[in-house]
């Protein structure tokens, strides 16, 4: 079944405790890119990638980081979490910009 | 700095009315994408439009966009409570960033 997968789906962590959340996509897509969802903001882009070792800003990036080593993983990763991240993130993941997406299940997560 | 404004945010309509949702954006771009969220779900992809004067049609939904007027629609014909959701759309720029609208949370009442 081709699906984006996101691990953990429910996260409580304190401020400044290190996280990562995972992200794979079994479809081979080359376009891979999160998004936070907050009440009243729709969706925002944290971080896009066009393929491999090829990662870039979105509309919101700061205090996120991400890597794509693989071309179906692309992890998010919180160095030092603060309250204001806390939110519901979707991982998704096309083809290409040009295609519709396919978006994760969505983690939320909440930091204390 | 691209904008992505729909109307109505919140939209309640009993079934059987028809109803538009507007889309603009602020930036030139070809193509527009119409996404539906189910409360405590995941997106899922409704639309996708490639071109200037792109009609899409399914169901009860039709989307349509004028990259003039840099406005999309997704009209409603003959509500039903299935319908019931958020609709966002979303616009590419910058090469291969998207911007998402802040969602329509529509509501169809019986």
């Known amino acids: 079944e081709a699906q984006v997968t996101q691990n953990p789906r429910y996260l409580i962590t304190v401020t400044g405790k290190k996280l990562t959340v995972t992200c794979s996509q079994n479809?081979?897509?080359?376009?891979m890119s999160w998004y936070r969802q907050d009440p009243g903001l729709g969706l925002r882009q944290i971080y896009y990638?066009?393929?491999?070792?090829?990662?870039d800003k979105g509309d919101v990036p700061e205090g996120y980081k991400v890597s794509r080593k693989e071309k179906r993983n692309f992890p998010l990763i919180l160095e030092s979490p603060s309250p204001n991240q806390t939110s519901l993130y979707f991982c998704?993941?096309?083809?290409?910009?040009?295609?519709?997406?396919?978006f994760g299940p969505g983690t939320r997560l909440t930091v204390t | 700095e691209l904008k992505v404004e729909q109307n109505p945010l919140f939209l309640s309509m009993q079934e059987g009315k028809n109803y538009t949702i507007y889309c603009n954006y602020s930036?030139?771009?070809?193509?527009l994408y119409w996404y539906r969220q189910d409360p405590g779900k995941s997106l899922e992809s409704l639309f996708v439009?490639?071109?200037?004067?792109a009609v899409k049609q399914e169901g009860r939904l039709m989307a349509s966009l004028d990259t003039k007027a840099r406005l999309s629609t997704l009209h409603i014909t003959a509500a039903v409570h299935d319908l019931s959701a958020t609709y966002f759309c979303?616009?590419?720029?910058?090469?291969?960033?998207?911007?998402f609208g802040e969602g329509t949370q529509l509501t169809v009442n019986p």
């Open positions: 479809m081979n897509h080359e376009y």
């Open positions: 439009l490639l071109s200037n004067g």
């Open positions: 979303a616009s590419p720029h910058s090469g291969s960033r998207l911007t």
């Open positions: 998704a993941s096309s083809f290409s910009p040009s295609y519709e997406q396919y």
């Open positions: 990638s066009m393929n491999v070792e090829v990662t």
């Open positions: 930036t030139t771009s070809d193509r």
